[in-house]
């Protein structure tokens, strides 16, 4: 089963699955807490306890955190355990144990748990702190030699227990910090390898405003389509393949002008792919509204729109889908499965929003 995060760029093309642990990952500033916040905030109307742990965070930023998920999320339905940078070495270095405890009861319940942790990058630095205090003998980057059991035996904890143990799921979303992009340091390097996955988050990216920020060609998820809806496994199918060869021709097309008709439509369909992945904070898409966009992206409904006017598209398509195609949504929420006759169905009534946003444009 999904972990829907209602982020496009990454239930579509990166999926998390539940009991899975997927790293968000990326330099200072490209929006990782963000990401964390978006997937607690879109929990709010679906059957999962979000647990989030701020290790070493100023208390500000922890503010905003739990302002957020007030404002837009479930809070009865949330835990925050924070070890924050004012609090003591020891207090930081147990505060994601304590959390995991927490996710973990419910899990053993047989209910759904989301873990969040804010970051493992400080986490780190914590416990080299208290193993150098402690005369550990240091070893590269001077961090003791159990860093890697320690995150190991943290984030394995992680997991979707079968029926007969109850079901129930925990998933971790791990942070970790990178200094200049590189994600070959070592808490980088030990967190990749004990995770099922990672999202990449890029500076460039991030400063163009192309956010969520993810890098799609070194983001992975382990688990992929596997995790996803029938329906949007069938409609996302090419858009990660499509935008990745757009990313690359993007970059030669800046040196010299585009001449050839195939290629400026390959570059005008990239535009669009990447407009319509480009999602603002607390703005958490539905499956369904998700698979009625992509599907109308697929079968040409969007083809002449202009890039800058897909913010307003998808600020108006969950209401406008829920007033012109109930019947699709109801089946595609039902079933998870996209018959010709739904698709049909949800690709016309974006088709007729383009076309109203179309009339509304002309007559003003």
Same mark, same amino acid.
């Given at each position: 089963? &999904? ?6 760029? =990454?239930?579509?093309?990166? &999926? ?15 929006? #990782? ?13 679906? *059957? ?10 100023? +208390? ?13 999320? +479930? ?23 304590? !959390?995991?405890?927490? +996710? ?13 942790? @804010? ?17 550990? &003998? ?37 942070? %970790? ?7 070959? %340091? ?25 956010? &969520? ?12 389509? #596997? ?40 570059? @005008? ?11 603002? #904070? ?17 079968? !040409?409904?969007? @083809?002449? =729109? ?23 949504? *109801? ?24 076309? *109203? =946003?179309? !009339? #509304?444009?002309?007559?003003?």
């Amino acid at each position: 089963a &999904p972990m829907q995060t209602g982020i496009t760029a =990454m239930d579509a093309m990166i &999926p998390v699955g539940r009991g899975q642990r997927e790293l968000v990952i990326g330099d200072r500033q490209t929006g #990782k807490t963000a990401i964390a916040i978006d997937t607690i905030i879109n929990q709010k109307g679906l *059957d999962v306890i979000c647990v989030y742990v701020a290790v070493g965070q100023p +208390a500000a930023a922890v503010q905003r955190v739990i302002e957020a998920v007030r404002s837009h999320g +479930a809070p009865e339905r949330c835990i925050f355990v924070v070890g924050g940078a004012s609090a003591s070495p020891g207090l930081q270095w147990i505060a994601p144990f304590a !959390g995991m405890t927490m +996710a973990e009861h419910f899990r053993d319940a047989g209910r759904h748990a989301l873990i969040v942790i @804010d970051d493992l990058t400080r986490h780190a630095a914590t416990h080299r702190e208290l193993a150098l205090l402690t005369h550990e &003998p240091p070893g590269r980057e001077a961090y003791p030699g159990d860093i890697f059991y320690l995150h190991a035996r943290l984030l394995e904890r992680a997991a979707k227990l079968a029926p007969e143990r109850g079901g129930g799921s925990l998933t971790a979303l791990p942070i %970790a910090e990178t200094d200049a992009g590189s994600l070959s %340091a070592y808490i980088p390097t030990n967190l990749i390898s004990i995770t099922d996955g990672q999202i990449v988050l890029d500076t460039a990216l991030f400063a163009a405003n192309h956010r &969520p920020a993810v890098d799609v060609g070194l983001s992975v998820s382990r688990v992929g389509g #596997k995790a996803q809806w029938p329906a949007l496994r069938q409609v996302s199918g090419r858009v990660r393949l499509d935008y990745a060869q757009f990313q690359e021709l993007e970059m030669f097309s800046r040196f010299g002008g585009v001449t050839n008709d195939r290629v400026r439509q390959q570059l @005008d369909r990239g535009r669009r792919i990447r407009s319509l992945l480009t999602q603002p #904070k607390f703005a958490g898409l539905g499956m369904e509204v998700q698979v009625a966009l992509l599907a109308a992206h697929a079968d !040409g409904a969007l @083809d002449g =729109m202009a890039p800058e006017r897909m913010a307003t598209l998808r600020a108006r398509l969950p209401g406008w889908l829920r007033s012109h195609a109930a019947s699709a949504m *109801d089946s595609l929420r039902d079933t998870r499965q996209l018959d010709a006759q739904t698709r049909a169905a949800l690709s016309e009534a974006v088709a007729a929003l383009v076309r *109203d =946003m179309d !009339g #509304k444009a002309g007559a003003s």
